[in-house]
Each structure stands twice: as C-alpha cells, then as structure tokens.
C-alpha cells in the first residue's frame, strides 16, 4: 500500500504563490509518475500536472500552463508543485495522486492508483 500525504496550501492573494508538496510513503516502486488534480466546489475533479519518473515528461493543463511547474525529487519520494501568478479560480482542493503503469505522464483520473487526502488553495481576490 502507498501513502501520500499534500502539504503546502494555504491562503494567498491574486498574483501570489504557493508551493505543494506531496511525500509518498509505504511500497514505492521506481519509475512511478505523478500527477497534480484538482476539484473545486460543485465540479469535477480536473488535470493539472503530471510528470513522469524521471522528471523530464511533463503534462499541463492549458489553464495552469506557464503559471505552474511540477518537480520532485525521488530520494525524498516527493513531487512538488510551484504555482506562481495565481488566480481567483484557482482555488480549489489540491491532489496527488500516483500513476504505477506504462504511461508516462497520465491526465485522466482514473488511471492513477493511488490519492492524498487534498490541500486547500484558496486565491482571494
């Protein structure tokens, strides 16, 4: 079983920012991507990054493209997420989530395996 675990979100002001993180824990494979979502109240979960093991295959919604940048470092087992210029409708509830299969950087969902209990972003305006 993995554990994942956000921290990092918070309050911030338009135009500000915030950096994510998320810390895996318990069976860890290697070459495992991971991923950024994100739901705000009353939608859908979304896509927002993903990267894969190596860090150097990146995904990005077109919303957060430019603004926001995933990274980890695999000795911690921690994928990070800086989100700079952030906006009102980025608020939302932040997660990881970890993707154990052959593709490189997933953007659906439902192909990731396993989630972290969500971080609080709120960007006031």
């Known amino acids: 079983q993995v554990q994942l675990v956000e921290s990092g979100g918070g309050l911030v002001q338009a135009g500000g920012s915030l950096r994510l993180s998320c810390a895996a824990s318990g069976r860890t494979s290697r070459g495992y991507a991971m991923g950024w979502f994100r739901q705000a109240p009353g939608k859908e979960r979304e896509f927002v990054a993903a990267?894969?093991?190596?860090?150097?295959?990146?995904n990005y919604a077109d919303s957060v493209q430019g603004r926001f940048t995933i990274s980890r470092d695999n000795t911690a087992h921690t994928v990070y997420l800086q989100m700079n210029s952030l906006k009102p409708e980025d608020t939302a509830v932040y997660y990881c989530?970890?993707?154990?299969?052959?593709?490189?950087?997933?953007?659906?969902?439902?192909?990731?395996?396993?989630w972290g209990q969500g971080t609080q972003v709120t960007v006031s305006s």
């Open positions: 990267c894969n093991w190596s860090g150097g295959s990146t």
């Open positions: 989530a970890l993707y154990d299969g052959p593709s490189s950087s997933p953007t659906t969902p439902s192909l990731y395996h396993y």
